[in-house]
């Protein structure tokens, strides 16, 4: 499939703002674009919806989550690793 404007979106914008869109951070016109283009292309919605989906699900923490000053060690971690 190949990249397509809809709704004055090519498909590229749309997957840069996807983090945006999940948050609830866009702006009104974003979210009005995105969402436009969303309702136009259905590679977009697809993909948007699993991408949604994936993030919703690692956001809820396991029931056997580690203790949260092992997480907030690993997070320490990994932001000083980034860095």
């Given at each position: 499939m190949g990249e397509r404007n809809v709704g004055g979106l090519w498909c590229r914008e749309v997957l840069g703002?996807?983090?945006?869109?999940?948050?609830g951070t866009l702006e009104a016109d974003e979210l009005a674009s995105v969402q436009a283009h969303v309702r136009g292309c259905d590679h977009c919605a697809r993909?948007?919806?699993?991408?949604?989906?994936?993030v919703s699900a690692?956001?809820?923490?396991?029931?056997?989550a580690p203790p949260a000053a092992v997480m907030d060690r690993l997070t320490a971690r990994l932001r000083a690793h980034r860095s």
């Open positions: 703002l996807l983090d945006r869109y999940v948050d993909f948007g919806g699993a991408y949604a989906r994936v690692l956001r809820v923490p396991p029931e056997d």
